[in-house]
């Protein structure tokens, strides 16, 4: 085979090979949920395990300024993908979100989340 044949048929084999493929970048955690459906000093845990299910583990924290550490629950989901690229490497994809709801006296008291999903919430 000639080498421009050979460098042809490289093109095209090479043109063949899926790129990779990116995770969707979406919040794992509906927080517009959190803001429509919970209420500050009236919803319940229950009405928090309704609108994210249960937690991934629970503690308390103390914020500066607070008389006494809040009763709070943690949520955390990990994704991870692995694809092999157009250059033969293994490439590792990962996107992380996490939720801290805080309660005082047993009752929803707010919410901070993280997240490296694209987009708005």
């Known amino acids: 085979m000639s080498g421009v044949g ?4 490289t093109m095209v084999v090479a043109g063949c090979e899926s790129p990779a493929k990116s995770l969707p970048r979406v919040p794992a955690y509906p927080t517009a949920r959190i803001e429509s459906e919970l209420v500050r000093g009236v919803s319940t845990r229950a ?10 583990g629970a503690g308390g924290l103390l914020f500066p300024g607070l008389p006494e ?5 943690f949520y955390q989901q990990t994704r ?4 092999k690229g ?15 709801i805080f309660f005082r006296d ?4 707010g919410f901070m989340w993280f997240s490296d999903a694209d987009g708005t919430w």
């Open 6 to 9: 050979l460098l042809a048929l």
């Open 47 to 56: 009405d928090v395990e309704r609108v994210l299910g249960r937690p991934n």
């Open 69 to 73: 550490a809040r009763d709070s629950w």
């Open 80 to 83: 991870l993908a692995t694809n």
């Open 86 to 100: 157009a250059d033969g490497r293994m490439h590792f994809e990962t996107q992380m979100d996490i939720v801290l």
């Open 106 to 109: 047993d009752r929803f008291d």
